[in-house]
């Protein structure tokens, strides 16, 4: 496929949470949105089955890219369309409601806000 709208016709592995049975791939270049709507093959809650299904041959899916990059720099992958991309999964630091939360807790927070984006880029970057 060249284009995402040749996309749905394939198997789909869904992400469940936040991609059930369409998505919105984005053109990196353009800015063309463009939808697909799929009926998925397999549908889980975990990245990690995604990948795993992925990679048995399952169908075509969209993942987070620091848990598929190695396998595409690998050729055990392939990125189909690599000029359009999915909006980014959100991550969420969950923790206990308080008045008061320690300081170790809030620095915590503000370090995990200016590390991971830098260290999940990092990780796309290897190999």
């Known amino acids: 496929p060249t284009h995402p709208d040749e996309l ?12 059930r049975n369409e998505l919105s791939l984005t053109h990196v270049a353009t800015g063309e949105a463009q939808p697909i709507v799929f ?8 990245l990690y089955a995604l990948r795993s299904a992925a990679l048995k041959g399952l169908g075509i899916c969209v993942a987070s890219a620091w848990v598929l990059h190695e396998d ?3 050729g055990r992958l392939v990125h189909l369309v ?8 959100p991550m969420y630091l969950l923790y206990p409601a ?30």
Do not use: G, N
């Not at 008045?99 to 190999?127: G, N, S």
């Open 8 to 19: 749905a016709r394939l198997p789909w592995l869904s992400l469940r949470t936040f991609y």
């Open 98 to 127: 308080a008045r008061f939360h320690p300081a170790r807790l809030r620095k915590f927070a503000a370090l995990m806000r200016e590390l991971i984006p830098t260290a999940l880029a990092v990780a796309t970057r290897k190999q």
């Open 39 to 46: 009926q998925p093959r397999l549908s889980t809650d975990s």
């Open 72 to 74: 595409i720099v690998k």
């Open 82 to 89: 690599p000029e359009w991309q999915a909006a980014a999964l």
